[in-house]
């Protein structure tokens, strides 16, 4: 077999993929409803995935991996090896090529995409974008049917949206998701006539990456509320007024979707538009089994032959019609949390209260370390504990830099911090002191401290700075190398992943699962949103083999441990518990499983 000689990343992979249900979509979406849910859900995985698809086909891992089909394997074989497929080219060469760049533009669906293409006969796909922004300034686009001035006028508001990187296509870290979200909602209480209101959709389920913001409201006075909405301050503009529902695009280049629904059926909307796709087609199923038929109007099922619709104010209510324990919303993904809802079995997951402490913050304390530094004191940092109401903090500052100091002169560095520690810890008597360092893993394996620098330090953190591009084999062994010396108690960010920048270097999980568990390590939730790593379906595997589980906020200031909650929030979509974390434990449980003598 030749291999193809360009690299296929997952991103190239994933978009390949979702042009390939758009393609269903156009063709027939009826007859084609499963096929283009199973695209856009591998789409889905391998984009998210902290592992290269390229890598596992040239490594003949491709079978073992979960979330996609064994069909949609081999044409992903197919991609890596040959850069192209035949069958998912025969799917894509009866759809025009230029529709799929036009799929980038927010409010462009496919359908919508197809008739603009084949009407105005759009035929080169480099251009497409140019050509459609041409077309709509000469007035063309209204004299399509179904389509007219506003359409116009919206098309193109949304391609310069579009170059400005503004609406649909843009998603961002949840933090800013989040407050965008907050902020908002602050707003919309304001109005008497906002009976409730929250977010849906991927905000709600917490994905560490957004794209639009999708808003529920129960209302006895939708128009009150959706000239509210629209009146919203911080908007940039209005691009939609409809009778139950408004979008808006936010000054910061988001947009905003809001739906109004009655307070008698809040909960059944909620519930529909919360759930991922794969979630509410598999409950779909599961209330058909039942006698229902569900949808975001209510639960609709007959009693002695007559069509009854049950509508219900709290989401909650529509699990337990169906027999099923509540799935908390982080879960609702379709990755086995409706089959151990349907047996009650669904697991009690980690709560921000459930958190006792944070094993990686950084300091300014002066260690010359060989990447960056942290902006507050140890002091300023055991204040922050203090104030939220921990029982212990350790100190992980990165190691002194190899290259600027001798053996010794780290040693004597160390020596010092130590005993700035150990005054501290005189003086501090409600939250715990715990003596880390973060770690650098050197290529070879080895850990960039000397031996005998260990005598200053409880524990450390180990981590991967350096060399990411190493081959799958010898970077699992390089880690495990590290990870091997006794005080080397939590591996660090475990995938290297930076969500938007760099997808993570390659790792063989199981292995390190499998050594920490019985070396007694801890594998890291990394709660630095830009890192969310473990990614939550590495974490339910770490959850399911038993190994235990640290959530850490990675902290450079004192107002980054507020951060947690992002950790918390990816340990739960992992299905993590509070006895899965070793920082939801007391401190003599940390102290032992540290083996702080």
Not at 20 to 34: G, L, N, Q, S
Not at 159 to 186: C, N, Y
Not at 271 to 278: A, E, I, L, V, Y
Request: aromatic share 6%; proline share 4%; charged share 30%.
């Amino acid at each position: 077999m030749v291999w193809y000689d360009g690299s296929m990343t997952n991103q190239e992979i994933a978009k390949i993929f979702r042009n390939v249900a758009a393609a269903y979509a156009i063709i027939d979406e009826k007859k084609h409803y499963f096929q283009m849910l199973a695209y856009q859900k591998a789409a889905d995985v391998i984009q998210n995935s902290a592992s290269q698809m390229d890598d596992l086909v040239k490594n003949g891992e491709l079978t073992g991996f979960s979330g996609i089909g064994s069909g949609l394997k081999e044409h992903i074989e197919e991609l890596i090896k040959k850069g192209k497929s035949s069958h998912l080219d025969s799917i894509l060469s009866k759809v025009p090529a230029s529709v799929f760049p036009l799929l980038e533009i927010p409010s462009i669906g496919p359908k919508k995409a197809y008739k603009l293409v084949t009407a105005l006969k759009l035929n080169d796909p480099k251009k497409v974008i140019d050509q459609l922004e041409e077309k709509a300034k000469e007035g063309k686009i209204t004299k399509l049917e179904t389509f007219g001035e506003k359409s116009q006028s919206d098309i193109l508001r949304a391609i310069e949206e579009f170059r400005k990187g503004a609406g649909k296509t843009t998603r961002m870290l949840l933090p800013m998701a989040f407050e965008i979200s907050q902020q908002l909602i602050t707003y919309l209480k304001k109005s008497p006539h906002v009976v409730e209101v929250n977010t849906m959709g991927s905000l709600r389920r917490r994905s560490p990456t957004v794209g639009d913001l999708d808003i529920a409201v129960a209302t006895k006075n939708k128009d009150a509320v959706l000239d509210y909405f629209t009146k919203y301050p911080n908007k940039m503009r209005v691009i939609e007024k409809g009778t139950n529902t408004s979008s808006i695009i936010t000054s910061s280049g988001t947009q905003v979707d809001l739906m109004t629904v009655p307070v008698e059926n809040y909960g059944n909307l909620i519930q529909h538009f919360t759930g991922g796709k794969h979630h509410n087609v598999h409950l779909r199923e599961v209330a058909l089994r039942k006698g229902f038929s569900i949808s975001e109007y209510g639960a609709k099922h007959k009693i002695k032959g007559k069509e009854e619709i049950l509508k219900f104010t709290d989401e909650k209510k529509v699990y337990e019609t169906l027999g099923m324990e509540y799935i908390p919303p982080e879960l609702r993904e379709d990755r086995g949390e409706i089959e151990l809802a349907l047996a009650h079995k669904l697991p009690k997951l980690i709560e921000e209260k459930d958190i006792k402490g944070d094993f990686h913050i950084h300091t300014s304390y002066p260690i010359e370390p060989s990447h960056d530094m942290g902006l507050n004191s140890m002091q300023e940092m055991l204040d922050k504990a203090k104030s939220l109401k921990y029982e212990y903090l350790a100190f992980s500052d990165h190691n002194p830099s190899q290259s600027q100091h001798t053996k010794e002169q780290v040693f004597n560095i160390l020596k010092r911090r130590r005993e700035k520690i150990e005054q501290l810890k005189k003086s501090n008597k409600s939250v715990r002191v715990i003596s880390m360092l973060e770690v650098d893993i050197l290529p070879n394996g080895k850990l960039a401290i000397d031996d005998k620098c260990f005598e200053y330090l409880d524990a450390v953190i180990v981590s991967i700075h350096s060399v990411f591009k190493m081959d799958k084999e010898k970077m699992t062994e390089r880690i495990i190398k590290g990870l091997s010396h006794p005080k080397a108690k939590i591996l660090a960010h475990p995938t290297g992943r930076l969500l938007g920048k760099r997808a993570g270097y390659e790792i063989n999980l199981d292995k390190i699962i499998e050594f920490a568990k019985k070396n007694k390590k801890a594998l890291e939730i990394n709660a630095w949103p830009e890192r969310s790593d473990l990614p939550d379906d590495l974490i339910k595997k770490v959850v399911e083999a038993g190994v235990m589980l640290t959530i850490d906020t990675d902290s450079h200031a004192k107002d980054h441990m507020d951060l947690m909650k992002y950790g918390v929030w990816q340990a739960r979509r992992g299905f993590a518990t509070k006895h899965d974390i070793l920082n939801a434990k007391s401190y003599n449980e940390v102290a032992e499983f540290l083996e702080i003598k």
